[in-house]
């Protein structure tokens, strides 16, 4: 009586353990995604950069100061005052143009690599709680197991059976204790890189199960055509640029005062410098600048095909899966009566331990079987968030320079 006591007190304190734990959902994961994480840090630097290029594309040239001493050998002295200034360029307007359009891009792209990290993040915690709960599972049966393998070995102790149940439902707790210890590693290891992430988890944080929400809807203005297209504006933009030959002229001004012996003449300088277009003329820009060009306008091309199937392949594959978790789910609401109706039916002789072991084992394949489909459905519900534009406030709230 005492080891069915035992087995007791400790499904109790693993159902008690369970219950005290900290739930996390995967909000609390996700909270973290913020400016100050690493992740984030490291994705807004394209940004940057992008933005970078524009403030030098739009910035004018600074004017140049000079002043040349001429002294040789003898009375005469010469002193040039000189400051000269570098018109703005006639493709100035273009390439800033240019930078601008590379900026909406690099944004598109950020929005795309803040989404990706979400995706990544939703991914570890799908698996961390997937882990989680086939453990509680196995567990679970390893209990009932367990409590009903000390009955049968005491029954066996006393003489009222031949034991040849109570060994076989041992060997069946340890098949049971050996995928319980392997599920746990499993969950370990997931938690632990849950937590590379976001560090602050508890320390007895408990995963609960993600939700299978509807489909978010599709868009066309997905970040990477945003990016496309942009790119495309940008291309343009840098061709025009290319087929500036005429650069513009540098103003010189200035004063100069010659000195021959007592006699001093001061005057003024005015200069210009152009430079004549005889031999450089923008020949390898324009080639480079058609090639981008054409490259950028096959890589709209190509995104807006790729986004077409992806998106509509990636809805109905979720919708499908998802429609099959909420089936299984709920028939495996009948599970726990069926096994308590086969486990009286062996205690009251009405059901071989061959008949209560293929029972045990077809309930644990179907729930463990269920998880797996939960799974599959999350990566689709992943995959096809990938496809459609992520939130606004990915820009708005967490990337602000």
């Given at each position: 009586?005492s080891r ?22 995967e909000?609390?994961?996700l909270?973290?995604?913020t400016p100050a ?5 490291a994705a807004v630097?394209?940004?940057a ?8 594309a739009e910035?004018?040239e600074?004017p140049?100061i000079?002043?040349v001493?001429e002294?040789?050998?003898g009375?005469?002295?010469q002193?040039d005052l000189?400051?000269?200034w ?13 930078r ?6 690099a944004?598109a ?5 803040l ?11 799908a698996?961390?709680?997937?882990a989680?709960?086939q453990?509680?599972r196995?567990?679970?049966q390893?209990?009932?197991v367990?409590?009903l ?6 029954r066996?102790?006393?003489g ?6 109570a ?13 319980v ?11 632990a ?6 560090p602050d ?13 509807p ?12 990016a496309?297209?942009?790119d495309v ?7 025009r640029?290319a087929?500036r ?16 012996g007592?006699?001093t ?12 277009p ?10 480079a600048a058609?090639?981008r ?9 190509q995104?807006?095909r ?7 392949a990636?809805a ?6 998802a429609?099959?978790v909420?089936t ?10 069926m ?23 077809s309930a644990t394949e179907?729930?463990?079987?269920v998880?797996?489909l ?21 820009i ?6």
């Amino acid at each position: 009586m005492s080891r069915i006591l035992a087995a007791g007190i400790a499904s109790a304190l693993i159902a008690f353990v369970a219950f005290a734990q900290t739930t996390v959902t995967e909000s609390d994961l996700l909270s973290v995604l913020t400016p100050a994480h690493p992740a984030v840090a490291a994705a807004v630097e394209d940004l940057a950069l992008a933005r970078a290029a524009l403030i030098d594309a739009e910035a004018l040239e600074n004017p140049s100061i000079g002043i040349v001493r001429e002294d040789p050998r003898g009375p005469a002295a010469q002193t040039d005052l000189m400051v000269s200034w570098q018109l703005p360029d006639l493709a100035r307007a273009s390439r800033a143009r240019a930078r601008r359009k590379e900026v909406e891009a690099a944004e598109a792209r950020l929005a795309h690599a803040l989404l990706r990290l979400r995706l990544e993040m939703q991914e570890i915690y799908a698996a961390w709680a997937l882990a989680a709960a086939q453990h509680d599972r196995l567990s679970r049966q390893l209990t009932r197991v367990g409590e009903l393998a000390a009955r049968e070995r005491l029954r066996a102790e006393r003489g009222e059976s031949s034991g040849l149940e109570a060994q076989r439902l041992a060997l069946a707790a340890n098949a049971l204790r050996a995928r319980v210890a392997i599920a746990a590693a499993g969950a370990q290891e997931r938690s632990a890189i849950a937590r590379s992430w976001n560090p602050d988890l508890p320390p007895d944080a408990r995963p609960a199960l993600p939700d299978l929400p509807p489909p978010p809807a599709t868009s066309e203005r997905h970040p990477l055509l945003v990016a496309a297209e942009a790119d495309v504006d940008a291309a343009i933009a840098a061709q025009r640029a290319a087929g500036r030959v005429l650069e513009s002229p540098e103003l010189m001004a200035g004063w100069q005062q010659q000195k021959t012996g007592e006699e001093t003449l001061p005057g003024p300088l005015i200069g210009v410098n152009w430079s004549v277009p005889l031999f450089r003329r923008n020949q390898a820009e324009r080639v480079a600048a058609a090639g981008r060009l054409a490259a950028a306008r096959a890589r709209l091309e190509q995104t807006r095909r790729e986004l077409a199937a992806r998106q509509q392949a990636a809805a109905e594959t979720y919708r499908r899966l998802a429609a099959e978790v909420a089936t299984l789910e709920a028939a495996a609401i009948e599970t726990e009566a069926m096994l308590r109706a086969a486990e009286a039916a062996f205690i009251h002789g009405e059901a071989t331990v061959t008949d209560l072991l293929e029972t045990w084992r077809s309930a644990t394949e179907a729930e463990v079987a269920v998880l797996e489909l939960r799974q599959a459905a999350l990566a689709a519900l992943r995959e096809h968030q990938r496809f459609t534009i992520p939130s606004s406030e990915i820009i708005e709230k967490e990337i602000q320079p």
